[in-house]
């Protein structure tokens, strides 16, 4: 427990600056535990909230055929992976040829164009221009005036 005197200036600090203060206790963490030995929920809620879970070890060290087959496959999505980033890394340096291209185009054709097409609105950005799909109700409501159509044939 803290003397009053420190208690009392935590205190002070909450109300005058309206900020948390944390204070740190300096006993060693054995006699700090040992308050709680009669009720376990908070040491027990700290496990679960902020602990991750101990799991066994349940790999076995891989030896033989078993070991070359595994590298053979980490191998084999090492390259996968590789050529789908150079994949996407030529199809974007595509586009941005064709997108230097069709400016350079834009700005021999015309000026007027090129410089709009430059300049960056500072008001409207693209998700806030985006209209985002929703499942909401029609603006109108229900109609209660309508009427089905009679069947006239019979």
């Known amino acids: 427990m803290l003397p009053l005197a420190r208690q009392q200036h935590s205190l002070r600090l909450l109300n005058s600056t309206k900020q948390v203060v944390r204070l740190v206790s300096t006993q060693p963490a054995s006699t700090t535990t040992s308050h ?15 602990e991750s879970p101990q ?13 070359e087959q595994h590298n053979t496959i980490e191998r ?14 030529r199809t974007l340096e595509k586009q ?15 000026d007027r164009l090129f410089k709009g097409a430059i300049v960056k609105s500072r008001h409207i950005t693209y998700p806030k221009q985006a209209k985002i799909p ?3 109700p029609s603006a ?4 209660y005036a309508y009427k089905a159509p009679t069947d006239s044939t019979q």
């Open 76 to 89: 084999a999505w090492k390259l996968h992976t590789m050529r789908e980033r150079e994949r996407k890394q």
């Open 140 to 143: 109108q409501g229900w109609d």
């Open 134 to 136: 929703t499942e909401t």
């Open 96 to 110: 941005f040829r064709s997108l230097h291209q069709a400016m350079s185009e834009l700005e021999k054709t015309s």
């Open 55 to 67: 799991r066994p070890a349940t790999t076995t060290p891989l030896e033989g055929e078993a070991l």
């Open 36 to 50: 709680n030995t009669g009720d376990n929920r908070i040491e027990t809620i700290r496990r679960v909230l902020f």
